[in-house]
């Protein structure tokens, strides 16, 4: 019987002491967007898409973001165990109240594809670099392009 309670008892310290572990533990972490999907850098923009890329042993991350109708791709960097904005370029085509399926892929040797839909249109398409190394990130020009209205 004794050795009953005092499994019992051991069983019931354990918990508590996870359970308060738990409670105290913090869980957010600053390197990520906030929980409304608002930028660490602007409250007011809004974080559509964010992926990670890698070259030479460096981690950046690369974000397509909108505040309002203004749309950017966004690079960031590791600096001092927080990730920075280092550059920003904005895009050719303004997010419009109509867009959705926002997209931001890795599409390899540093090479970035982005846009996005809007509706009774085609839509928006980007294509850019990120050099890591250099954080630094370039947008490519699309020439004659007809944004969606």
Do not use: H
Request: aromatic residues 6%; glycine residues 8%.
């Amino acid at each position: 019987m004794v050795i009953g309670a005092f499994v019992v008892l051991a069983v019931v310290a354990v918990t508590a002491v996870v359970l308060l572990f738990l409670l105290l533990r913090d869980d957010s972490d600053p390197d990520e967007t906030a929980e409304d999907g608002s930028s660490a850098s602007n409250p007011d923009e809004e974080v559509l898409v964010d992926i990670e890329m890698s070259e030479g042993g460096k981690t950046v991350r690369v974000q397509l973001v909108a505040d309002g109708e203004d749309a950017s791709v966004v690079l960031l960097s590791e600096v001092d165990g927080e990730y920075v904005e280092v550059d920003r370029e904005p895009t050719s085509c303004p997010y419009l109240d109509t867009a959705y399926d926002a997209m931001l892929e890795d599409q390899g040797d540093r090479q970035i594809a982005f846009g996005w839909q809007n509706e009774d249109t085609e839509g928006y398409g980007g294509y850019g670099e990120v050099r890591a190394d250099e954080d630094v990130l370039i947008l490519y020009d699309p020439g004659e392009l007809v944004c969606p209205t």
